[in-house]
């Protein structure tokens, strides 16, 4: 089982919560499904997805007033116990994606 971390920050690496007022969502999906959505936290700017069986899965970013209007990311998970962190970085003046951080990491 493993976990996917969510953060969306902008290009000085602080936490972007929100866009006039309105909260990020986050979706994961799995073969064109929506197995969760979550907002990001309001204070961190993060979301999570816990304990996930073995298997291809996207990680949405959405937010009407951002460019694109969302952002995906796939990730296969394999047997191992890992914690996927995707870090989705907004240029904020301009309110455009600027790229997606990937990182994996043991599971404590």
Same mark, same amino acid.
């Given at each position: $089982? /493993?976990?996917? @971390?969510? $953060? ?9 919560? /929100? !866009?006039? *007022?309105?909260? @990020? &969502? ?5 073969? *064109? ?9 309001? &204070?961190?700017?993060?979301? *999570? =997805? ?5 298997? %291809? ?12 209007? /969302?952002?995906?990311?796939? &990730?296969? &998970? *394999?047997? %191992? ?6 870090? =989705? !970085? ?19």
């Amino acid at each position: $089982m /493993s976990d996917i @971390f969510v $953060m969306v920050r902008n290009q000085n690496n602080y936490a972007m919560t /929100s !866009v006039d *007022g309105v909260a @990020f &969502i986050t979706l994961l999906t799995r073969d *064109g499904r929506v197995l969760a959505e979550e907002k990001v936290d309001l &204070i961190e700017a993060d979301a *999570g =997805f816990d304990d996930l069986a073995p298997g %291809q899965y996207t990680v949405v970013v959405k937010h009407d007033r951002v460019e694109p209007r /969302s952002a995906a990311w796939d &990730i296969t &998970i *394999g047997n %191992q116990d890992r914690v996927i962190v995707l870090t =989705f !970085v907004y240029l904020e003046p301009e309110r455009v994606l600027l790229r997606v951080l990937a990182t994996v990491e043991e599971r404590l």
